[in-house]
């Protein structure tokens, strides 16, 4: 069963420095999310991609924040000067276009953390 | 004031016992309504999905939404310490460009069922 991967599972960085984190969707899913979560909190939106377009950004997700899905396959998530509040799980989900029901599938998360 | 206000609990509760989580919401758009378990360092899993007012079952899991009141609810029959975990409820809403799976989640209530 190939379900939705994500890579690293877990990165501690300096701050100041640059990350980046790929996902990988369930092969016959359009639709991929981003999704950022911390200690005690649930899931928060930060941008949504339908095959390679991004259609969707939270103003979570600021300047220092990119997101790609080439080719609309696997995605990438580009931290740039990361900041100690930039600390938290980095979900990934995908979903197909025919399950228009907010049912979505997760990976197991990038955890990130910034000293 | 947050859209989506859940209860983090922690609830602790025998083996056996009927549990009842509940969230309610603000944003009267919300369509769409879901309930996530998320096992700890992983990533959410759909337990129910509801769309509109009425009532679910599957299984042990029912769950209900009552839009008038902007409530809902998930019950938990015959609770099994494997069901302990975090549950997280998502709403979404579609129009105006928004996609089905960007989900507003709760807080998440930490449920431990004890044998």
């Known amino acids: 069963d190939t379900g939705v991967s994500q890579d690293p599972r877990h990165k501690i960085t300096k701050r100041g420095q640059n990350v980046t984190f790929r996902c990988d969707p369930i092969?016959?899913?359009?639709?991929l999310y981003w999704y950022r979560q911390t200690l005690g909190q649930g899931p928060e939106f930060l941008t949504y991609?339908?095959?390679?377009?991004?259609?969707?950004k939270s103003r979570l997700l600021s300047d220092r924040f990119s997101a790609e899905r080439p080719k609309g396959s696997f995605s990438t998530l580009e931290i740039q000067r990361t900041e100690q509040g930039d600390s938290a799980m980095y979900l990934c989900?995908?979903?197909?276009?025919?399950?228009?029901?907010?049912?979505?599938?997760f990976g197991e998360g990038s955890r990130l953390t910034v000293l | 004031q947050k859209e989506v206000e859940q209860d983090p609990g922690p609830l602790s509760v025998p083996e056996g016992a009927i549990v009842s989580l509940n969230c309610t919401y603000s944003n009267s758009a919300f369509q769409y309504f879901m309930w996530y378990r998320q096992y700890s360092r992983k990533g959410p899993e759909l337990l129910m999905y509801?769309?509109?007012?009425g009532n679910k079952e599957d299984g042990r899991f029912t769950a209900q939404v009552d839009k008038s009141s902007k409530y809902i609810s998930l019950f938990i029959r015959d609770s099994q310490p494997s069901d302990s975990a975090t549950y997280l409820c998502?709403?979404?809403?579609?129009?105006?460009?928004?996609?089905?799976?960007?989900?507003?989640f709760g807080q998440g209530t930490i449920l431990t069922v004890h044998p």
């Open positions: 989900a995908s979903s197909s276009k025919g399950r228009d029901t907010g049912e979505l599938f």
């Open positions: 509801t769309y509109s007012s």
């Open positions: 998502a709403m979404s809403a579609y129009g105006g460009g928004t996609s089905y799976g960007k989900l507003t």
């Open positions: 092969s016959e899913h359009n639709r």
């Open positions: 991609f339908q095959n390679e377009a991004q259609l969707e």
